[in-house]
C-alpha cells in the first residue's frame, strides 16, 4: 500500500459521536478532507459550527441506517481511506440484537459497500475496542493483539439475554471485529484495500459534542462523572480500568492512515491502567470541591490484573507519550463546568 496523505478523503461514520468528532478534527487538522456521516441532519448542526471554517474539506452526509444493505454505497465513492466508528457505546441494552445487529451488520454493510464501490479506496480502519481483546480475569495478566475476548462472546451465546449488557457490549465489539477480519480474508483477492484496528480502552478526555444534560453524554465520560459524583461503591471504586487519551485514540486514527506498516494489524492504544478510586484521588489533588474521597490512596502498590501491551502502537504508530489521569480528570471537570452538570458549577 501506498502512504495516504493529506489531503486525501477521510469516510467517518458516526461523526457525531464522542470519539468521532475529535477523529474528524484530527484529520482535518492534519489537512486530510472528511466526509462523515450522521443517522440524521439534526445530528449534526454542532459539527458544521466546529468545521465549515476547513470549507470543501468538510462534508457531512446523512447514512440513515447503517444496517442495510447497501446504505454505505454512495458515501464510500471517492474516498481513500474508511474509519469506521459508528457502533453503539452503552450498557442499557436489553436485548443482544440491539447492539449486536448495528456493530456487526454496521460493519459488514460498510465493507460490503467498499468492496462494491470503493476503487479509490486503500484502507478501512476499524475501530473496536480492548473489550474484543481482554477477557475477565481475576489473576493478573498481559493482554495483547493476539488476544480475543471469546470469553463474552460464548457467554452471550449460553446465557442470552440475561448475559447482562455489558457482555452484550463485549460480545458486539468481538463480533464485530471478526467480521471485519473475516470479511477481508474472505475477498482478500478482490479487494486492493487493507484494513487497520485501533482498540482503545475506555476513552477519557473532553467532549467536542453537545451534550446538554448528564443523560446526553457518552458512556466513558459518563464514568469519570458518576464516580466523581458518588455513585460508586467502595468495592467499584477498587476496581480496575484501562483508559485512553480521547486526543491520543484519534491521533491513532489519523497516524494509522498514513503509517504503510499498520496495514493488516490491530492496534492496541492506551494512556495507562487505573483503578476508580484513582479518579477521586486525582479530584482531591486537584482541589475539586463537593468529591467524595472514597478511601483515598488506597489503591497504591496494589498490581493491576489487566495489562494492555501498546508495544505496536508505539512501533507503527509512534504513539509514545503516556498522558497523566489527573490531566483528563481536571480536563473532564472543566467540561462538566462549563455544561453546569449537577455537582459542577462554574
Ligand atoms: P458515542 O455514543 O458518543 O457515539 C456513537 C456513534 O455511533 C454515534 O454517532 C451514534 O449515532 C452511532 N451509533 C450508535 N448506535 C448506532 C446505530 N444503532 N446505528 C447507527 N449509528 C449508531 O460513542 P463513542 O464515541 O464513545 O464510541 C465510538 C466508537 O468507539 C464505538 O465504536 C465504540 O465501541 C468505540 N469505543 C469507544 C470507547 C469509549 O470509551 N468511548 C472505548 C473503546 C471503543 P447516534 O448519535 O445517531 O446514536
Same mark, same amino acid.
Given at each position: ?158 446465557? #442470552? @439475554?440475561?448475559? &447482562?449488557? /455489558?457482555? *452484550? ?6 463480533? %464485530? =471485529? ?118 483515598? #490512596? @488506597?489503591?497504591? &502498590?496494589? /498490581?493491576? *490484573? ?6 505496536? %502502537? =508505539? ?32
Amino acid at each position: 500500500m501506498v502512504a495516504i496523505s493529506p489531503p486525501a478523503k477521510v469516510l467517518v461514520t458516526g461523526a457525531n459521536g464522542y470519539l468521532a468528532t475529535w477523529v474528524l478534527k484530527k484529520y482535518l487538522e492534519a489537512g486530510y478532507s472528511v466526509r462523515g456521516t450522521v443517522r440524521s441532519l439534526s445530528k449534526s448542526a454542532f459539527l458544521n459550527d466546529k468545521f465549515a471554517h476547513y470549507g470543501d474539506r468538510f462534508e457531512i452526509i446523512v447514512v440513515e441506517d447503517i444496517t442495510k444493505d447497501g446504505a454505505f454505497d454512495e458515501a464510500v465513492k471517492g474516498v481513500d481511506t474508511i474509519a469506521h466508528t459508528a457502533s453503539p457505546f452503552h450498557y442499557k441494552s436489553t436485548h443482544p440484537d440491539d447492539l449486536i445487529i448495528p456493530a456487526v451488520r454496521g460493519t459488514t454493510s460498510i465493507l460490503n459497500s467498499a468492496l462494491k464501490h470503493g476503487s479509490t479506496l486503500k484502507r478501512v480502519i476499524l475501530t473496536s475496542s480492548v473489550a474484543a481483546v481482554r477477557e475477565h480475569t481475576t489473576v493478573p495478566r498481559v493482554f495483547n493483539e493476539s488476544n480475543w475476548n471469546d470469553a463474552a462472546v460464548e457467554r452471550l451465546k449460553t446465557k #442470552g @439475554s440475561g448475559a &447482562g449488557p /455489558s457482555t *452484550i457490549y463485549l460480545a458486539s465489539k468481538t463480533l %464485530a =471485529e471478526k467480521a471485519a477480519w473475516e470479511f477481508v480474508a474472505a475477498h482478500r483477492p478482490e479487494i486492493l484495500w487493507d484494513l487497520v484496528v485501533i482498540n482503545p480502552p475506555l476513552v477519557f478526555g473532553p467532549s467536542l459534542s453537545p451534550a446538554p444534560t448528564v443523560d446526553d453524554i457518552n458512556t466513558s465520560q459518563r464514568e469519570i462523572y458518576d464516580t466523581l459524583t458518588g455513585a460508586r461503591t467502595s468495592a467499584q471504586l477498587q476496581a480496575q480500568g484501562n483508559w485512553v487519551h480521547v486526543s491520543v485514540a484519534s491521533v491513532a486514527h489519523v497516524r494509522a492512515t498514513h503509517a504503510v506498516g499498520a496495514g493488516g494489524q490491530r492496534i492496541i492504544v492506551q494512556s495507562g491502567p487505573f483503578f476508580f478510586q484513582d479518579l477521586l484521588d486525582s479530584a482531591a489533588e486537584l482541589g475539586i470541591p463537593n468529591v467524595p474521597r472514597g478511601e483515598p #490512596g @488506597s489503591t497504591k &502498590g496494589i /498490581s493491576f *490484573i489487566i495489562n494492555l501491551e501498546t508495544k505496536k %502502537a =508505539e512501533e507503527l504508530l509512534g504513539l509514545t507519550t503516556a498522558t497523566p489521569l489527573k490531566d483528563a480528570v481536571a480536563e473532564s471537570v472543566e467540561d462538566f463546568k462549563a455544561r453546569g452538570y449537577p455537582g459542577f458549577t462554574a
